[in-house]
């Protein structure tokens, strides 16, 4: 099994490949063999150990923690739909994870977009979505979930979105109000953790 730590749970941005303990030894050797040296350029002692420490938070919080992600992706992606911005997946009610596509018109539109809510403190991803064939911007919600935000905090931010990509206020006003709620929740009173 295989996946990214920097989603599945908080923490650095590492991949993770894990195998059962009855796993072929030659098998996992060849695998350990291919991924390093030949993927990877390095695995620095305190990434190591604050990767160590995320996995005993989750631990305690795994399940929690990514019932509250996709829940708040899930609140994102219908709260976008009432506010008729386009939003990918409609035949799988929109994300089953952390995360919430929205289609754009063109490459450039997109860097746009995500210029603009940059400019008001949201970060997005612009990239190319594969199954649209298109252009848009990637929401996530774990960095926030783990902040502590709340069904209510991602409804707002839905709003904020829309009024950027709808053009309907003042940036410089978003941006404030966006300043405002991030200061209810401060990085050093993080959710989900042992501390």
């Known amino acids: 099994m295989h996946g990214s730590t920097h989603k599945t749970f908080p923490g650095h941005q590492k991949a993770i490949i894990a195998f059962h303990s009855d796993f072929h030894q030659d098998d996992e050797d060849k695998i350990r063999h291919s991924v390093s ?3 990877q350029s390095k695995s620095g002692t305190a990434e190591m150990m604050a990767l160590a420490y995320v996995f005993c938070e989750m631990k305690v919080h795994a399940v929690a923690y990514a019932k509250s992600v996709c829940e708040h992706a899930q609140i994102m ?3 976008l739909i009432e506010q008729r911005v386009d939003v990918s997946g409609h035949r799988f009610n929109y994300t089953q994870t952390h ?8 490459e450039r539109y997109t860097w746009d977009v995500f210029a603009q809510l940059h400019q008001v403190g949201i970060r997005v991803l612009p990239a190319w979505l594969p199954f649209e064939s298109s252009w848009g911007v990637r929401l996530g919600t774990n960095a926030l979930t783990r902040r502590g935000f709340v069904a209510e ?3 707002t931010t839905v709003d904020w979105i829309t009024c950027v990509i709808k053009n309907k206020t003042n940036i410089k006003n978003i ?10 929740y401060p990085l050093t009173q993080l959710k989900y953790t042992l501390i």
Do not use: C, I, T
């Open 153 to 155: 905090d991602f409804l």
């Open 175 to 184: 941006r404030k109000e966006v300043d405002a709620l991030a200061n209810k």
């Open 77 to 79: 992606a219908k709260h």
């Open 37 to 39: 040296p030949g993927l």
């Open 99 to 106: 995360q919430v596509r929205l289609p754009m018109k063109s």
